[in-house]
């Protein structure tokens, strides 16, 4: 194996239980593709509610890794409606996305906070995926670059690059977030180079193992190209990811 492809699909507030029942029926059914050179790995991230019962489907056909779409800087306490990271691993959650632009703008979560929930997870022994991402325009004006190395900052701040290590990186354009815009593979790679390249100025090899994931109208259509730029390493896909046929059609498309 030389290339490692993660596919993560973001459900968002979407979703039922017999919607999971069926995906995860789906998904068991589904044969993957093999490839001698590309390891391919699924992950979903349900509603914390569902996550149980995805957990309990997968106990009989673990055929992908559960992820949970936020997580609490606390531990425990007082913070009624947060889920605690040491809760999402007792659910078998492996993964969690933190910082999504969804999250800064309506829950007005701060660099600040994002790194706590970030090392929060990282503490429970969770994969955090750290979203970043500039907005039409920020790009327009020429700041993607410094939008979103800005927002690695507070967590290089606060624990290094050392923080990198068992993480990952979305880089999610907000401008081609459920609107059908996906950044051309060129665009895209051109800041995963760059986020590459800011963390290897601290951490030459956790850079390079680094996975950094691409977010932003992924499709079935799109996703070849995408995986096949050197610094593309998996996708965050939110729309596609809830119909199952489109989210394999995906996870097909890395191998
Ligand atoms: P989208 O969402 O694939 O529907 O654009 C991506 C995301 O928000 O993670």
Redesign the pocket.
């Known amino acids: 194996m030389n290339r490692k492809i993660t596919v993560v699909g973001?459900w968002?507030m979407h979703g039922s239980k017999s919607h999971v029942s069926e995906f995860f029926a789906a998904l068991g059914a589904h044969h993957f593709k093999e490839s001698a050179s590309i390891q391919m790995e699924s992950v979903v991230c349900p509603p914390f509610i569902y996550l149980d019962h995805a957990a309990k489907l997968l106990e009989q056909n673990p055929k992908c890794e559960l992820g949970a779409q936020d997580v609490s800087a606390h531990q425990a306490g007082a913070f009624t409606g947060q889920v605690a990271a040491t809760m999402l691993a007792e659910v078998g959650c492996k993964y969690v996305?933190v910082g999504?632009?969804?999250r800064r703008q309506f829950c007005q979560e701060t660099d600040d906070i994002i790194a706590e929930k970030f090392l929060a997870a990282k503490s429970a022994g969770l994969t955090p995926i750290l979203?970043v991402g500039e907005t039409q325009a920020q790009r327009e004006a020429d700041l993607t670059a410094s939008v979103v190395v800005g927002q690695l900052q507070a967590l290089l701040a606060k624990a290094g690059a050392a923080a990198f290590a068992q993480a990952m990186i979305?880089y999610?354009p907000i401008w081609?977030?459920?609107?059908g815009l996906t950044a051309t593979p060129e665009q895209a790679q051109q800041v995963h180079g760059l986020l590459r390249l800011t963390i290897a100025e601290y951490d030459a090899t956790v850079a390079a193992s680094l996975p950094i994931l691409y977010?932003?109208?992924?499709k079935p259509n799109n996703a070849r190209t995408l995986f096949s730029m050197p610094d593309i390493n998996g996708a965050?896909?939110?729309?596609?990811?809830l119909n199952a046929q489109d989210f394999l059609a995906i996870c097909d498309a890395a191998l």
């Open positions: 973001n968002k996305i999504h632009s969804e979203c979305a999610e081609a977030i459920g609107t977010g932003g109208s992924v965050l896909v939110g729309g596609a990811s």
